[in-house]
């Protein structure tokens, strides 16, 4: 395990080597800029401030989606499983919804909501939204029945059942799924800002307004940016899982 | 159980609650909106069902020769499927190569932990300088979003597989090849099928998110950005419906069909596959 790690970073070490070599010798075409160049413009942009601007400008309209996602998913979710009847009329639409690609509502919001900031929160909210409500639905109904039957025979409540049984009961699908829909999310919202052009932050807009200057810097600070962002949702997830779940002892 | 299948021999959609509670009660919100639509909702930007299911069928009959609807479509769905055909081809190489041999799996893993988190659509700028507008943007942006989870599948399908299977084989005095043919692959198809679930996934959406940047000519998403400068809600509309119609084929017919003849067949059952 150690001994792969230590292969990995001298693999990216050698990648890096060879594209400074590369740059030097002009094997890339003239606007492919350097590995130092490329972290020459990081600095600068993270020391002038633009980057992080445009980072949390980005992170902030991501959590707010997000988080409302979360909490109204959650509820339908919810809903649709303690109620047969809403369940079975809702699942064929939850279906055909969760098919729909969510950057494809971008262009519909942006004529009903505008140009703005509002826009990449909702398309976020969309990308989040049907991915967690199928995931707590389908968390709840597979919660053993012996379990609710259990609770209820003890005489709790219909809120206790929720939160005491069903919530920690569908935490093993909803989880793993929060991680999906953070991803969905985070691509939406990439996207959608790509798309919104009134907006003048946002770390999606940076990569498409460099496009304009064939700026493949401030591209690639972009991407490491990206990715770092998707990497550190990824390990809070896994955070989360391993305080609740390996916690209980029911991870699946 | 035989019996219990001869005595209903009704319709089964008559008595099959499942689905006909949820078509009467799309069916109601589709009246309710197609009321609502000019008095309380802003026709222009929520056209009525019916309008929407017409201007559907023009742009699905043909016109002149060729039906427009379908022009976009089958460029959607090539881009799509020369993705895929890379994506996983090139994954599906990488991928068995990463699993048998740890140097090549420590080369591939810096490649994979980047690629992997990244949207498609954020490397889409870059492609777009490298090689401009239309196809060539699209298809290696498609490609890339297909090749890394098929690669990340294999090679950790490949690395399950049991060792005594592996020896096995070997005693009997296996070559390479039989050993990656009758053993390896068999074996892990589970995970590869599942890594190229994910990777048709993230390609389509991928597809159509680049679409949406950096067409040229045709493609759904194109035809959606299109509509939208033109204030056209109903193309849009239609769009996202026939977005959502295809990508439901892919997966329930296609996927399902593919499945049900290959992995099942060979023994897997549906629970253990990996959903998304």
């Known amino acids: ?252 | 159980m035989t019996q219990d299948r001869k005595t209903s021999v009704k319709p089964f959609f008559l008595i099959n609650k499942k689905i006909i509670y949820p078509t009467i009660f799309i069916g109601l919100l589709l009246l309710l909106w197609e009321q609502a639509s000019g008095i309380g909702l802003r026709a222009q930007l929520f056209p009525a069902p019916s309008t929407i299911f017409r201007q559907l069928i023009t742009m699905l009959l043909p016109k002149e020769g060729s039906s427009i609807l379908l022009c976009h479509l089958l460029a959607s769905l090539r881009r799509l499927t020369v993705s895929l055909i890379i994506g996983s081809f090139f994954g599906i190489i990488f991928g068995i190569a990463s699993g048998l041999r740890p140097y090549i799996d420590a080369l591939t893993k810096p490649f994979v932990s980047f690629f992997l988190p990244i949207p498609g659509i954020a490397l889409a700028p870059i492609f777009m300088i490298l090689f401009g507008f239309g196809d060539p943007a699209i298809i290696t942006a498609g490609s890339l979003a297909a090749f890394f989870p098929v690669l990340f599948n294999t090679s950790s399908g490949i690395r399950t597989v049991n060792p005594t299977l592996i020896n096995a084989a070997r005693i009997m005095g296996a070559t390479r090849w039989q050993k990656l043919v009758h053993v390896y692959l068999p074996w892990s198809a589970i995970h590869i099928f599942s890594g190229f679930k994910l990777g048709i996934s993230r390609s389509w959406r991928t597809v159509i998110a680049v679409e949406l940047v950096a067409a040229a000519d045709w493609g759904l998403g194109y035809m959606i950005m299109q509509a939208v400068e033109y204030l056209q809600m109903k193309v849009v509309y239609v769009g996202i419906f026939v977005m959502a119609l295809l990508y439901l084929f892919i997966e329930k017919a296609l996927i399902g069909f593919v499945e049900r003849r290959t992995i099942y067949r060979w023994g897997y059952s549906p629970e253990q596959g990996v959903r998304q």
């Open chain 1, 1 to 252: 395990m150690k001994n792969q790690r230590v292969t990995s970073f001298l693999v990216v070490l050698l990648i890096i080597v060879l594209w400074h070599y590369a740059s030097i010798f002009k094997i890339l075409p003239d606007f492919f800029p350097s590995p130092t160049g490329t972290l020459k413009v990081f600095l600068r942009m993270f020391l002038d401030g633009t980057l992080p601007r445009h980072l949390i400008e980005s992170l902030v309209r991501l959590l707010t989606g997000l988080s409302i996602a979360c909490v109204v998913g959650f509820a339908v979710g919810g809903i649709l499983a303690s109620s047969a009847f809403l369940s079975t009329i809702l699942y064929p639409l939850l279906g055909f919804f969760l098919s729909i690609p969510t950057v494809a509502w971008v262009p519909l919001l942006i004529v009903i909501f505008g140009l703005g900031a509002r826009t990449v929160v909702i398309a976020v909210f969309l990308g989040g939204f049907f991915e967690i409500t199928y995931s707590t639905y389908q968390g709840i109904r597979t919660i053993p029945q012996s379990l609710t039957n259990a609770a209820r025979t003890m005489g709790v409540s219909s809120a206790r059942l929720f939160f005491d049984v069903h919530l920690p009961g569908s935490l093993p699908s909803v989880l793993p799924s929060l991680r999906l829909a953070a991803g969905y999310a985070w691509r939406a919202l990439v996207g959608a800002e790509m798309l919104s052009s009134m907006l003048r932050w946002g770390i999606g807009k940076m990569i498409f307004e460099a496009r304009y200057w064939n700026d493949l810097g401030v591209m690639f600070a972009g991407l490491i940016c990206i990715w770092s962002v998707a990497c550190l949702f990824e390990k809070a997830v896994a955070l989360l899982e391993k305080r609740t779940l390996g916690k209980w002892g029911i991870a699946r």
